[in-house]
């Protein structure tokens, strides 16, 4: 079991990181609900000060204006998607994502070819499903960048992503739609990020919240399901998707990087804990309570196992290799006796400090680069 500390309870509302009544008592989201208000607590911030003092975000800002594409035009949305077939064969690649035997005692022990090539698809529309409301969540806060930071150059820039964002929710909207005919509901976890994301009223927490910590985790995952998927549409749509996040993530690294070598321990300390926070809730919603649920399984008997089985906890630390990297470059690890380096210790996933940070990297990324780094090109 993990370490208990007491600044947890005040952060995550719960002692220990791994407490399961407190993980499943955050309530799923009703698939029948269609608006979610949240508050937005922040100020509204004009400039007139207009001369180019950034020139490394006034030169993400060029590179945004030649990135942009058209998802209407650009992908081929004609392919004919089989997702039994893609499953199957992702299945033969990867195997099912959880390790089976960690199951013995639950009905998915008694799970044959059916329920497991069931339990691909769902896992698959959940996957982009969520990738769908993070995306909606980043087009909203990219438009609160928008008003809430003081900076001329991130303006232009944060201008660009909000039509980058508006893209990602339309690609992924119309695949779930076209192609795997539905989606899921936003993840209880994912949704209570978001919104703590958007409720605080400091500016850079909406950069470390969705630029750092969702968006680096996004890049990863989409790095992850663009390298294995064989489905030809999806592995475009990724590629495409995939270009403009590095310059997200690149916006946010350097943004923040400038404002943390100005702040003081205690300030620092803030940042820390909503890093910390942000990754527990990513790490919670990759239980998938929602796929579980509609497989009929008892999520209270489930997500004690999930927890414990190594083939998801590989996969899961994975995830974070562009986060840790991204702290330790904003100052994040090691700032108050190392708080945030130790937490990350904790979650297994400190590994990737030194792992290439994505302040410079979104070039690699381009949609003019064949080679994207340490992906598969074919
Ligand atoms: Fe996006
Ligand atoms: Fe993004």
């Not at 990135?67 to 992702?90: M, S």
């Not at 033969?92 to 089976?100: K, V």
């Not at 968006?215 to 549409?233: K, S, V």
């Not at 009929?296 to 840790?324: E, H, Y």
Request: glycine share 6%.
């Amino acid at each position: 079991m993990t370490t208990i500390h007491n600044d947890d309870q005040t952060i995550l509302g719960r002692a220990e990181i791994n407490d399961i009544d407190a993980i499943l008592a955050i309530p799923s989201t009703d698939p029948a609900e269609v608006v979610h208000v949240v508050q937005n607590n922040a100020d509204s911030i004009f400039t007139w000060d207009y001369s180019l003092a950034r020139p490394a975000l006034r030169k993400l800002y060029e590179k945004a204006k030649t990135g942009q594409w058209n998802a209407t035009t650009d992908l081929p949305w004609d392919t004919q998607v089989d997702i039994e077939k893609t499953v199957i064969e992702d299945q033969e690649l990867l195997g099912t994502g959880i390790d089976a035997s960690v199951y013995v005692g639950t009905p998915v022990q008694k799970w044959g070819d059916k329920e497991w090539l069931q339990f691909g698809i769902e896992s698959r529309n959940w996957s982009l499903s969520q990738f769908l409301h993070g995306e909606q969540g980043a087009l909203i806060c990219t438009a609160k960048i928008v008003e809430t930071v003081p900076w001329y150059d991130a303006k232009l820039y944060a201008s660009t992503q909000v039509v980058d964002e508006a893209r990602h929710v339309e690609v992924f909207a119309r695949y779930l739609d076209e192609k795997l005919g539905g989606s899921f509901q936003v993840n209880a976890h994912l949704r209570m990020l978001l919104d703590d994301i958007i409720n605080d009223s400091r500016w850079d927490m909406t950069y470390l919240g969705m630029q750092v910590m969702v968006e680096g985790l996004a890049l990863a995952a989409f790095g992850f399901l663009h390298q294995t998927t064989r489905e030809p549409l999806l592995k475009q749509l990724l590629r495409y998707v995939m270009s403009d996040e590095a310059r997200h993530v690149a916006f946010g690294v350097l943004s923040l990087k400038e404002v943390y070598e100005g702040m003081t321990d205690l300030e620092m300390k803030d940042r820390q804990e909503f890093a910390f926070e942000a990754a527990v809730r990513m790490r919670d919603r990759f239980m998938s309570q929602e796929v579980w649920e509609r497989m009929g399984v008892n999520v209270r008997d489930i997500v004690p196992l999930v927890l414990a089985d190594p083939t998801r906890a590989v996969f899961q630390s994975m995830l974070f290799s562009k986060i840790v990297p991204n702290c330790k470059k904003l100052g994040l690890l090691d700032r108050n006796d190392k708080w945030l380096r130790h937490r990350f210790e904790e979650m297994g996933v400190i590994q990737f400090e030194d792992w290439a940070d994505t302040g410079e990297e979104y070039a690699a990324f381009g949609l003019d680069n064949d080679a994207m780094p340490g992906l598969a090109t074919s």
